[in-house]
T-cell receptor, first 114, second 110 residues
Framework: GAVVSQHPSRVICKSGTSVKIECRSL??????MFWYRQFPKQSLMLMAT?????????EQGVEKDKFLINHASLTLSTLTVTSAHPEDSSFYIC??????????FGDGTRLSIL | GQNIDQPTEMTATEGAIVQINCTYQ??????LFWYQQHAGEAPTFLSY????GLEEKGRFSSFLSRSKGYSYLLLKELQMKDSASYLC???????????FGGGTRVLVKP
């Protein structure tokens, strides 16, 4: 089945640090990748939609200068949380899909900002 | 916009059946998905409905009625490992992104 790899699985760092999270589709070419954030006991909230070679589309209320998304190829998208602060601590999950296929999720990245 | 409702929590006994309902109001519709999410883990895909009717996959079945904006996920022969959150998600007319409901936490008791 479709496999999406997300790295790192956990990050603990100081306030002000920038953190990069990678999302790779391992056995298919992902036409679209998505980035979600999930706070404890809440559902997934879509942050942005990323298509290869074009700018990401951000959801309302998500700061594009703070959450930088790069989708350089059909198998790789990265999310960089710039100058992270404690309120950015959350579970970040990517997903990827190809045409007419369901989204498949990476294992998520637990980000803790001290 | 999209509005998706599902119960917050359900409790059931091992070996029993549980039905999780999901109602949605959307500006467009291009499919409904069910995902399972264990605590601290990412969601895993369970089922997909785009036409009315029942889709069966082993112990899990999902039903869709587009005219009623309604779906359910049926879990049969419950096992302890089925304790998880179950997320209903709708893909809108734009075709790409999913909007998730709040999730239903299912607790399976011995």
């Amino acid at each position: 089945g479709a496999v999406v790899s997300q790295h790192p699985s956990r990050v603990i760092c100081k306030s002000g640090t920038s953190v990069k999270i990678e999302c790779r589709s391992l056995d298919f070419q992902a036409t679209t990748m998505f980035w979600y954030r999930q706070f404890p006991k809440q559902s997934l909230m879509l942050m942005a939609t990323s298509n290869e070679g074009s700018k990401a589309t951000y959801e309302q209320g998500v700061e594009k200068d703070k959450f930088l998304i790069n989708h350089a190829s059909l198998t790789l998208s990265t999310l960089t949380v710039t100058s992270a602060h404690p309120e950015d601590s959350s579970f970040y999950i990517c997903s990827a899909r190809s045409a007419n296929q369901p989204q498949h999720f990476g294992d998520g990245t637990r980000l803790s900002i001290l | 916009g999209q509005n998706i409702d599902q119960p917050t929590e359900m409790t059931a006994t091992e070996g029993a059946i549980v039905q999780i309902n999901c109602t949605y109001q959307t500006s467009g519709f291009n499919g409904l998905f069910w995902y399972q999410q264990h605590a601290g883990e990412a969601p895993t895909f369970l089922s997909y409905n785009v036409l009315d009717g029942l889709e069966e996959k082993g112990r899990f079945s999902s039903f869709l009625s587009r005219s009623k904006g309604y779906s359910y996920l049926l879990l049969k022969e419950l096992q302890m490992k089925d304790s998880a959150s179950y997320l209903c998600a709708v893909r809108g007319a734009a075709g790409n992104k999913l909007t998730f409901g709040g999730g239903t936490r299912v607790l399976v008791k011995p």
